[in-house]
């Protein structure tokens, strides 16, 4: 503004200078060609000092909302990308042969500096407020646990293909009364307590169940709120660890979910399904495939006692069949967890499992399964934690391995100290 008015002075000024120049001059003495030059860019310099004080002087005007170019800042927007490592030294006082930890999901290996897990999870959820109704998740593993989450050539026609593979799926919401929520893809079991990340758990080691119930499913999954207490959930999946399906026949799930408070909940899971093997056909035989199915009632609570006590429980029950007519394996029992938060970055879990493997479905032997597990966590940050764990496993028969081949002990003894590291934008459970 000062610059227009000082321009506007300067030519006040060279216009009166001018028209003293002009008049001096006899009436009858034309305009040398310098004055009219300087005339006419006088008028020309008025003319823009007009547009540029309208233009000062009026209402300013918003600029224009850029517009979105759909490139990657678009589409990494509300995506989390996180990144997680697991690792442990473990001594087992048996002295195991082949340092081989009997009935242990992840923490496999005795007398070995291990890793356990490392990976990748990659989540957008939907955000139905912002307009987008689907999102997706992948999670990547490597490491001693990928060779028991993922299965064998006993469960997996391909095993290989999808190793490194945990989860990966894509979300819809339905926009059916408060919204229907539908997975395709590959997702890690709901069945039992326990799950997969381990600083998300009480106990670095995992229990009997969670190494006996399913570890994963591939196919479809809903859920729905009835409303803030209640939500229901059907799954219609190939099978137990199964991502491709070695028969013809899809297994299914009933899930219900009570928060009976805000500080506890309760899921009760059905799961039905015929998971035995195609057997291999011959041009001179034809044999059917077996009819028997797998039954899994599978119940859990958790409540927060006070700020610090956590408590928790599970309760499960199994049945197979080969065929039809065939005599039950049953599987029966259940877990008891506590966790106290001493501090913020330190706290004490214990647990304590009994499973009947009645028939041999879980171990391959007849025989009552005892875990005792005692854990002491330290987080000094967010993002790191270091745990030391005691566990004695104990049956009623000689089960667990020696240093002397076939010469097996009633139990086992192990000391643990593992070490956890993430980060990423995730916030809470993974």
């Known amino acids: 503004m000062r610059s227009v008015k000082a321009a506007g002075n300067f030519i006040l000024v060279f216009t009166a200078a001018a028209g003293v120049a002009v008049s001096g001059q006899t009436a009858v003495e034309p305009l040398t060609d310098r004055e009219r030059v300087l005339l006419e860019k006088i008028a020309k310099l008025e003319e823009r000092i007009s547009a540029l004080e309208a233009k000062v002087n009026s209402p300013a005007v918003p600029p224009a909302a850029p517009v979105s170019s759909g490139g ?15 690792g442990y030294y473990l001594w087992n006082t048996n002295r195991p042969l082949g340092r081989i930890n009997r009935l242990r999901a992840y923490d496999v290996k005795a007398n070995n500096f291990s890793i356990s897990q490392t990976g990748t999870v990659i989540e957008k959820t939907p955000n139905v407020e912002a307009g987008r109704r689907w999102g ?18 006993v469960n997996e026609p391909r095993p290989q293909v999808y190793r490194p593979l945990f989860q990966a799926f894509g979300t819809y919401i339905v926009p059916i009364g408060k919204g229907l929520n539908v997975d ?3 997702w890690a079991s709901a069945l039992g307590y326990e799950n997969n990340y381990t600083k998300d758990q009480i106990n670095y080691s995992r229990s009997y169940f969670f190494n006996f119930l399913p570890f994963y499913h591939t196919g479809f999954r809903t859920n729905y709120s ?5 939500s229901a959930g059907y799954w219609l999946v190939n099978g137990v660890n199964q991502t491709e399906d070695f028969n013809g026949f899809k297994s299914q799930l009933v899930q219900l979910t009570v928060r009976p408070a805000p500080n506890s909940y309760w899921t009760t899971n059905y799961y039905v399904g015929r998971e035995q093997r195609d057997l291999a056909l011959s041009e001179t035989s034809v044999q059917p495939t077996p009819r028997g199915r797998l039954h899994i009632i599978d119940t859990y609570a958790e409540v927060n006692a006070t700020e610090k006590l956590k408590l928790a429980g599970e309760f499960d029950y199994a049945i197979n069949r080969v065929e039809a007519s065939s005599p039950p394996q049953r599987v029966i029992g259940g877990a008891a967890y506590l966790k106290y938060q001493f501090t913020p970055k ?75 590291w993430w980060f990423g934008g995730k916030q809470g459970n993974w």
Request: glycine content about 8%; charged content about 20%.
């Open 184 to 186: 395709f893809g590959k």
């Open 346 to 420: 330190f706290y004490f879990g214990q647990r304590y499992v009994r499973l009947n493997d009645l028939a041999g479905l879980f171990s391959g032997t007849a025989q009552n399964l005892n875990d005792v597990t005692s854990t002491f966590a330290f987080r000094p940050a967010d993002g790191f934690e270091t745990r030391i764990e005691y566990r004695r496993d104990f049956s009623n028969v000689p089960f667990f391995p020696t240093p002397e081949p076939g010469r097996l002990k009633n139990a086992q003894n192990t000391f643990t100290f593992g070490l956890l």
């Open 72 to 86: 990657a800042s678009e589409w990494l927007k509300d995506t989390t990308i996180n990144f997680y490592f697991d």
């Open 136 to 153: 997706y998740r992948l999670d990547l593993m490597y490491g001693q646990a990928t060779e028991t989450l993922q299965g064998s050539p």
């Open 226 to 230: 009835v409303n803030d207490r209640l």
